[in-house]
């Protein structure tokens, strides 16, 4: 299988997903501005909404978008126990987070990356954000990950967006149960291989 990527980008959360169950992926960069593969391809014909990730299976056939990737590479390891059995409740409430990931926490702080963003707005973004992560900060009460004790997709997909908020100098201090759970999936060995294979950490 190959994972198309960008380092840091929301593509590392199946990428730590994948080094977490021990299934191997090539890894191919892409330069996502140009939208070409590190060998100069067109990234298009891969993803033709020409962002990161993709998959594309041994098969030929590719899949798209973080959370159904990272639920795709887990179900083909059920045993590892990063997602609950399809049709189960927990299966459903796993989904719940994923998709709150995706787009109240991926979409909201993604979008500061925005250089066209005016400060006006960027506040206005700010308050919108805050929001969501004082939801997420109570979801996490009392709780090591978001389900409960054990890491799960949602935690490495958390993770990797909430990242953002380094380059952004968004400031984590008055969400304590956040600053913990980015604390405690980025002390993950599995975690750290992946942060250096996409040279983020040395």
Avoid at 104 to 118: D, R, S
Avoid at 168 to 182: E, Q, R, T
Wanted: charged content about 25%; hydrophobic content about 40%; aromatic content about 8%.
């Amino acid at each position: 299988m190959k994972l198309y990527y960008s380092p840091g980008a929301c593509s590392m959360a199946p990428h730590i997903v994948a080094t977490e169950l021990g299934t191997k992926i090539d890894l191919v960069k892409v330069d996502i501005p140009n939208k070409k593969t590190a060998d100069g391809g067109d990234y298009y014909k891969v993803n033709p909404k020409g962002y990161v990730p993709a998959l594309q299976l041994d098969s030929g056939e590719v899949l798209t978008e973080v959370g159904v990737i990272c639920q795709y590479l887990a179900d083909q390891k059920p045993e590892s126990g990063l997602v609950a059995k399809a049709g189960t409740m927990e299966r459903y409430h796993q989904m719940e987070a994923i998709n709150f990931a995706a787009t109240e926490v991926h979409k909201q702080i993604g979008a500061l990356f925005n250089p066209k963003m005016t400060p006006e707005a960027k506040e206005i973004h700010g308050g919108n954000i805050d929001k969501r992560l004082t939801t997420l900060e109570k979801a996490l009460e009392g709780k090591q990950f978001i389900m409960g004790d054990k890491f799960t997709v949602p935690d490495a997909y958390l993770f990797t967006v909430l990242n953002w908020t380094n380059p952004l100098k968004y400031d984590l201090g008055k969400f304590p149960n956040i600053k913990a759970l980015m604390g405690r999936v980025g002390a993950r060995p599995k975690v750290q291989e992946t942060l250096k294979a996409e040279g983020l950490v040395k």
